[in-house]
């Protein structure tokens, strides 16, 4: 089974976090209905949603991308740069331990967010020098390795995120924002978009994935190589550099729990 996990919006999500825009004030209701709309979108693509309890003191709580990171069987609780943050991871371990995860934490001083991992197969790239460091990116090597993971660190530019300015598509080819990556070549297979935030995508499976709906130029690029696009409001959520990556985590498939024989050929082309 197809499941992501997902966070309702805080009523003080207008007190979020914004580093790289000026600050705006984000309409909790508008942001509800978006939210609700993207969470629909994903189901109608097959997708079992896990929702995972909110705190009213977590601003920043919907964006669930950031406080976990889950690879193949191990699900590593981060711990975010920011403190205000931290507390989003509470509550996370307890809607994955049920489902088989080996759960795993990133330590002091180590500092570790999902937004800036992207992984590709076995090869698990990593931003370095914004939300996370190098004791962060260490921790997360030993834990993965293990697995058969390469963890391969990249140095940030202009984004808040790693997977602000790159993502990948269902062809294991990558996209992202030239101006706001240090080294785009170490991308295989790269295209440039023309919009930063036409570089952020979810994959909904087979060849659909879904994008910001205020990224046309980008959207047409993507339809143009052959893949099916979705598009989504998230325009309250990019008033606190939300992505569409940053509202949902998509869970593979624990190696010890039952495996539905129709849903392998899905979980042998992960890309998280």
Known sequence: MKQMLVREPSRQITDGIVTYITRV???FTSACEQWSNYVDTVTSAGWKTILVPTSASCPDGVFIEDPVVVYEDIAILTRPRVASRRPE?????ESLAPLGYSIHTIEAPGTLEGGDVLAVGDNVYVGQGG????EGIRQLRTILEPKGA???AVPMGRALHLKSAVTALPDGSFIGYTPALMVPEIFPKFRS???LQGSNVVLLGEN????AANCRRSASLIAGLGFEVVPVDISEFQKREGDVTCL?????EPTDA????SELAGANARTT
Do not use: C, Q, T, W
């Open 208 to 211: 659909k994935v879904m994008i």
């Open 131 to 134: 939300r996370s460091n190098a």
């Open 89 to 93: 991871v509470l509550g996370i371990e």
């Open 25 to 27: 004030p984000v309409d």
């Open 193 to 195: 978009v023309p919009e």
């Open 150 to 152: 390469k963890i391969i």
């Open 258 to 261: 039952p495996v539905d024989a």
């Open 248 to 252: 949902s985590v998509r869970l593979p």
